[in-house]
């Protein structure tokens, strides 16, 4: 293996680290604790996961942690409610409502009823709008997760040729916003794009955000470039149950620069970026200073 390996599980380990330091000196400081809520309808049993998991780091990071169980059936008006309480209660700097959600429920409209000062996902119309126009928002922790990581590898991003695979609002079409911001060229690649290895052979920074396993095969990849492989991918290979990204690792490996892996790569950032924005949003509230290096 060529590459230089990005090192995801690391690199959240050094965020959570420099939360729990920011979130200490609010406390000892200010008397503050940043406080992050969690709604989770139904019982999806990834969701469980996702929830738990959430909330035992959000402690860890020594940030209050609240969640909120609601059943499958719950209706809109009631989740609303749960919602409006969230927005109005001081000690709650971060809501969070887990997708996703049943479906007799408008996903849009829940997300849209977050207070967009409380939206540490970032998938509030106005952090969409804020991110797009370059104000300071709440950015989605998955691809913030990414330029935390292309920075750190690179420092400046200037001039880069980047392309994104996948256009989705949760990661693609945020990524490559944040990659425009730091002034990189940016082609956003998609299922309907014309030969994609030819586009994805000009970028010095491939981000793919697809959904499918290994898609993306070592002779794509410009030799030097680094890829931030978001894919998360669940495979039988040789009888046994395997997690792989939309890149096949061992031949991008050969060729680029530097390379994430999955798992360990991207996967642990967006939790990592979760608490760091509850931190962000918190500082906000109280006209504090906010933390650096840990928003875009
Ligand atoms: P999505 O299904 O919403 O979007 C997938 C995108 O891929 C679409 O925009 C589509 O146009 C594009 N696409 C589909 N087939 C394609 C093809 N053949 N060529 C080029 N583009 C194609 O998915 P998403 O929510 O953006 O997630 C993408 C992947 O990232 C999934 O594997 C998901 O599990 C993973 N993911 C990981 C994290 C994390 O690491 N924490 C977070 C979010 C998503």
New binding site residues.
């Given amino acids: 293996m060529a590459a230089t390996l990005i090192d995801g599980k690391a690199f959240a380990a050094k965020v959570r680290g420099q939360v729990a330091e920011h979130v200490t000196r609010l406390k000892e400081e200010n008397g503050i604790t940043p406080g992050l809520a969690v709604v989770l309808v139904g019982e999806d049993p990834a969701s469980q996961v996702y929830v738990r998991s959430k909330g035992k780091q959000t402690v860890e990071v020594g940030m209050n942690s609240v969640e909120h169980k609601l059943d499958a059936e719950t209706s809109e008006a009631d989740l609303l409610a749960v919602v409006e309480q969230l927005n109005n209660d001081p000690a709650i700097h971060g809501i969070l409502v887990q997708l996703p959600l049943p479906g007799h429920l408008d996903e849009d409209l829940i997300i849209n009823s977050i207070a967009p000062e409380k939206d540490v996902d970032g998938f509030h119309i106005s952090n969409v709008g804020l991110l797009g126009t370059g104000q300071k928002s709440m950015v989605p ?2 691809p913030l ?1 990414c330029l935390m990581m292309l920075r750190d590898h690179h420092g400046s991003l200037s001039g880069m040729d980047a392309v994104v ?8 079409k945020p990524m490559a916003q944040l990659l425009l911001g730091d002034s990189c060229t940016v082609t956003i ?5 014309k030969d ?1 290895p030819d586009v994805v052979r000009r970028a010095d920074i491939v981000v793919a ?4 396993p290994e ?1 993306v095969p070592g002779d794509w990849i410009k030799e030097g470039a680094t890829v931030i492989d ?4 669940r495979i039988e290979r040789d009888g046994k149950n395997k997690l792989v990204g ?1 890149v096949d690792f061992a031949s991008a490996a050969e060729r680029a620069g530097a390379i994430t892996p999955v798992p360990g790569g ?2 642990p ?2 939790i990592a970026c979760l608490l760091a924005n509850t931190v962000t949003a918190c500082c906000r509230a109280n006209n504090l200073p906010e933390p650096e290096g840990l928003t875009a």
């Fill in positions: 922790c998955t997760g695979i996948g256009r989705s609002n949760i990661v693609g690649a998609h299922s309907r794009t994609l955000a697809v959904g499918r898609m978001v894919g998360i991918n939309d991207v996967g950032m967006t």
